[in-house]
């Protein structure tokens, strides 16, 4: 079995964040092109969406908001990203669809809520591009409710080291996603179940509860 290579945390998190920032500024309109035409993307995107729980939703890093216009009606739905570019374009997209949301540019590390203001918060293929897991998971769970749901979505290494899933978290890893031990950052706070969901197993989603204190 190939022993998993977990990437160390950026020595420069500032530079890092711009790098990324960026990135996604000038990728903005591609990707969102791209999340629209590519089946397994949305795929992935669509399976947090069976896991949708209570009345107030919050999107971290929601990109160009492909999810934002698929949430169920009913929901108060709030919405966060750091890229001020993603968030101009998500209010477009939402806009197209007749649909409200509270949109935000801010960052996961300082996050701008209230504790335990959320029912479901959503996080889908972002977690591996924060320079602080740690920090960022900390506060996805302070406002987060008490047995609130939190749904992930990200790469890792499959559970089973298969070539074509080790090779594709791999890839990931040298575009410059951080690829970390998901399960120790997750234990601490949640009771979670690890789905893959594609990518040969390379791309998995965590369903979580935040545990009683």
């Excluded at 998993?4 to 960026?22: T, V």
């Excluded at 769970?141 to 791999?170: E, H, M, S």
Aim: charged share 25%.
């Amino acid at each position: 079995m190939v022993k998993p290579l977990y990437s160390p945390d950026p020595h420069d998190s500032e530079a890092f964040q711009k790098e990324f920032d960026g990135f996604y500024t000038r990728f903005a309109p591609l990707y969102d092109f791209l999340i629209k035409v590519m089946p397994f993307w949305k795929w992935w995107l669509s399976r947090t969406l069976e896991h949708v729980k209570g009345k107030r939703l919050l999107e971290v890093s929601f990109g160009t908001g492909y999810l934002l216009t698929r949430y169920p009606k009913g929901l108060e739905i709030h919405g966060i990203d750091y890229n001020a570019k993603m968030v101009e374009v998500a209010g477009r997209n939402i806009k197209k669809k007749g649909m409200s949301a509270d949109l935000r540019q801010g960052n996961v590390e300082n996050l701008p809520y209230e504790d335990n203001t959320f029912d479901t918060i959503i996080n889908t293929m972002a977690m591996s591009g924060y320079p602080d897991a740690v920090r960022a998971l900390s506060e996805i769970k302070r406002v987060l409710k008490p047995g609130g749901t939190f749904v992930l979505v990200d790469i890792t290494y499959p559970k089973n080291r298969n070539w074509a899933g080790t090779r594709l978290t791999r890839f990931w890893q040298a575009m410059g996603d951080i690829i970390r031990d998901m399960d120790s950052l997750l234990e601490g706070g949640f009771d979670y179940n690890d789905i893959e969901i594609g990518g040969f197993g390379s791309v998995h989603m965590y369903v979580c509860k935040k545990k009683l204190e």
